[in-house]
């Protein structure tokens, strides 16, 4: 009976320890944040539904509404190297772009399929 009880925590454990490593993956990096803004008319407006985040070459985005299309284009603005990507977005998901580590300032356009645009600045040194 001690050794069925003993396997059955034993497996519990690992199982709670395997979703933790699962979980860490699937949360983005918020150690970075990067202020992404709503600028309509020359009027800045909050709050915003998209938050970015920078860790190790890779843009993490969030968005805490059902936007629909989302195109985003980064620009490293000493060379105008350009990467994009389409995102579908929806509340509460995330999608991740890989840019660059390479030193320099960036600049993030993101345009919604409704004509709203959103725009960030962040430099890696």
């Known amino acids: 009976?001690?050794?069925?009880?003993?396997?059955?925590?034993?497996?519990?454990?690992?199982?709670?320890?395997?979703?933790?490593?699962?979980?860490?993956?699937?949360?983005?990096?918020?150690?970075n944040p990067i202020p992404i803004k709503d600028r309509k008319g020359g009027i800045y407006r909050s709050p915003v539904p998209i938050q970015c985040y920078y860790s190790d070459?890779?843009?993490?985005?969030?968005?805490?509404?059902?936007?629909?299309?989302?195109?985003?284009?980064?620009?490293?603005?000493?060379?105008?190297?350009?990467?994009?990507?389409?995102f579908y977005a929806v509340s509460g998901g995330t999608d991740s772009l890989y840019v660059s580590t390479d030193a320099g300032e960036y600049e993030i356009t993101l345009t919604l399929s409704n004509g709203t645009v959103y725009y960030g600045e962040y430099s890696i040194e």
């Open 1 to 31: 009976m001690k050794e069925s009880l003993r396997l059955v925590l034993t497996f519990i454990l690992v199982m709670c320890v395997s979703f933790q490593s699962f979980a860490d993956e699937s949360n983005p990096p918020m150690d």
């Open 57 to 86: 070459g890779e843009l993490t985005f969030t968005f805490s509404a059902t936007l629909g299309t989302v195109e985003c284009e980064v620009v490293r603005v000493s060379d105008d190297e350009v990467f994009d990507a389409t």
